[in-house]
T-cell receptor, first 117, second 112 residues
Framework: DGGITQSPKYLFRKEGQNVTLSCEQNLNHDAMYWYRQDPGQGLRLIYYSQIVNDFQKGDIAEGYSVSREKKESFPLTVTSAQKNPTAFYLC????????????????FGAGSRLTVL | GENVEQHPSTLSVQEGDSAVIKCTYSDSASNYFPWYKQELGKGPQLIIDIRSNVGEKKDQRIAVTLNKTAKHFSLHITETQPEDSAVYFCAARDTGFQKLVFGTGTRLLVSP
């Protein structure tokens, strides 16, 4: 079955450590996204990538980094510079953006919950 | 950029009642409005969407209405069932960056 796989599902980190969250999709989607979910704040965009080897900052990119070396993979690194990293992280993908007349239907993974101890 | 507001934040109904969740958006050029359902511990899933050239869309017990003049859109769930209990997110497509901007979510609880 096609879908998005995020790992790990749960992750604990000590302050000052970098951690990397994995996101892999087999939907042949061009675009991939990382969202952060906090209680009462909905989904906020961290980074997105429309094509391999290219990515853009979202609304809350500070303290995060990404790479897009393969179409299937879009890992997110939460660095020690992120002041409040405890959150639920969601990866999503969509077909290539078809412009104003189209629609980017997102398919989400099951999420990764990061807790900083 | 686009800003989406969603109300209410929590909604409790009895099984069989109807539920309505409302969202407003700021960018009059936005043209795509999806609704996602998120069950506990899972990622959101698209349940219905509407484009700006349509005023209403139905899919069995769920429907979405769009008022472009007032810049608001609503999700209607009829004959609610306990399995409808979840967090629902609305979103609007930001034409400037061509990405989705989400509302803050509504936790729907359907009691048997």
């Amino acid at each position: 079955d096609g879908g998005i796989t995020q790992s790990p599902k749960y992750l604990f980190r000590k302050e000052g450590q970098n951690v990397t969250l994995s996101c892999e999709q087999n939907l042949n989607h061009d675009a991939m996204y990382w969202y952060r979910q906090d209680p009462g704040q909905g989904l906020r965009l961290i980074y997105y990538s429309q094509i391999v080897n290219d990515f853009q900052k979202g609304d809350i990119a500070e303290g995060y980094s990404v790479s897009r070396e393969k179409k299937e993979s879009f890992p997110l690194t939460v660095t020690s510079a992120q002041k409040n990293p405890t959150a639920f992280y969601l990866c999503a993908s969509s077909p290539r953006d078809r412009g104003l007349s189209g629609a980017n239907v997102l398919t989400f993974g099951a999420g990764s919950r990061l807790t900083v101890l | 950029g686009e800003n989406v507001e969603q109300h209410p934040s929590t909604l409790s109904v009895q099984e069989g009642d109807s539920a309505v969740i409302k969202c407003t958006y700021s960018d009059s050029a936005s043209n795509y409005f999806p609704w996602y359902k998120q069950e506990l511990g899972k990622g959101p899933q698209l349940i219905i969407d509407i484009r700006s050239n349509v005023g209403e869309k139905k899919d069995q017990r769920i429907a979405v209405t769009l008022n472009k003049t007032a810049k608001h859109f609503s999700l209607h769930i009829t004959e609610t069932q306990p399995e409808d209990s979840a967090v629902y997110f609305c979103a609007a497509r930001d034409t400037g960056f061509q990405k989705l901007v989400f509302g803050t979510g509504t936790r729907l609880l359907v009691s048997p």
